[in-house]
Nanobody
Framework: QVQLVESGGGLVQAGSSLRLSCAASGRTISTYTMGWFRQAPGKEREIVASISWSGGGTRYGDSVKGRFTMSRDNAKNMVYLQMNSLTVEDTAVYYC?????????????WGQGTQVTVSS
């Protein structure tokens, strides 16, 4: 079973950048799809970005395309989310997730989340 710990959140002004990190332990993530999700107050959790096990394929939610970049370092068992041009609408708790099985796109493990707050 994998444990996921997010870090890098904080309070920033609109237009700023943040880099979130997710450290995995308990097993390798090298053959697992990884994702970043977020949940704002009063809203459902939404997927922000996903990355294939090899890192060769990334997908983004429409609201973050062109601003966010997801990457992974399988050697370090880490995934990252670079967030640029942040807006107040990006305020949410951000969660790292791992697929339940290798090479699968179905998520089954989640971190506890890191708060991102963007002020105007």
């Amino acid at each position: 079973q994998v444990q996921l710990v997010e870090s890098g959140g904080g309070l920033v002004q609109a237009g700023s950048s943040l880099r979130l990190s997710c450290a995995a332990s308990g097993r390798t993530i090298s053959t697992y799809t990884m994702g970043w999700f977020r949940q704002a107050p009063g809203k459902e959790r939404e997927i922000v970005a996903s990355i294939s096990w090899s890192g060769g394929g990334t997908r983004y939610g429409d609201s973050v395309k062109g601003r966010f970049t997801m990457s992974r370092d399988n050697a370090k068992n880490m995934v990252y989310l670079q967030m640029n041009s942040l807006t107040v609408e990006d305020t949410a708790v951000y969660y790292c997730a791992s697929s339940r099985n290798p090479f699968s796109g179905q998520y089954g493990y989640w971190g506890q989340g890191t708060q991102v707050t963007v002020s105007s």
